[in-house]
């Protein structure tokens, strides 16, 4: 016997559908709050410093849905992860054009660093294991005459 789903067990049918969209609109409901009491000065560069933020996050969300599984867990981690540190160097260059407080500005400052190398290191381990990529500590092989050819 297939599990239910544990909404439609406890709240069957139209009831919780409608339980559940009441839920999400709370939610925005309290991001929309959240972002008007945490303005401060400008109205208009906090709006555009949460709508970046928000827009970092969504560009991150879309780029992890659209990896797919590879069957190693290593790669699909290193896959996920790329698109997670995109997102937090995203976010804290926002940071740096909108933030004022002098320790968040220098934690945005090392997130840019930091994310910025992991993602190098990322890439090049992921190009390491692509077919037909020289194995790690494996010299690359010399080039041929052929090569060389035009």
């Keep these: 016997m297939k599990p239910k789903n544990i909404t439609y067990f406890v709240f069957p049918g139209i009831v919780a559908r409608i339980i559940l ?13 959240q972002a008007g009491t945490h303005a401060q000065g400008n109205p208009a560069a906090t709006y555009a410093s949460w709508s970046e933020l928000i827009s ?11 990896v797919k ?4 867990n290593d790669v699909d981690f290193v896959r996920l992860m790329l698109p997670h540190h ?3 160097i995203d976010m804290a260059k926002t940071e740096l054009l909108y933030g004022k407080d002098p320790q968040m500005r220098r934690l945005a400052q090392e997130i840019l660093t930091d994310q910025q190398s992991e993602i190098e290191l990322m890439q090049r381990w992921l190009k390491q294991r692509e077919p037909g990529a020289p194995k790690e500590n494996q010299p690359t092989p010399p080039q041929t005459g ?3 050819q035009k």
């Design 69 to 72: 599984q590879s069957g190693d």
């Design 146 to 148: 052929k090569d060389h």
């Design 56 to 66: 970092s996050m969504e560009k991150m969300h879309m780029a992890m849905g659209e």
């Design 21 to 33: 969209q009441l839920i999400l609109n709370v939610g925005m409901l309290g991001l929309a709050v």
């Design 86 to 88: 995109q997102a937090a």
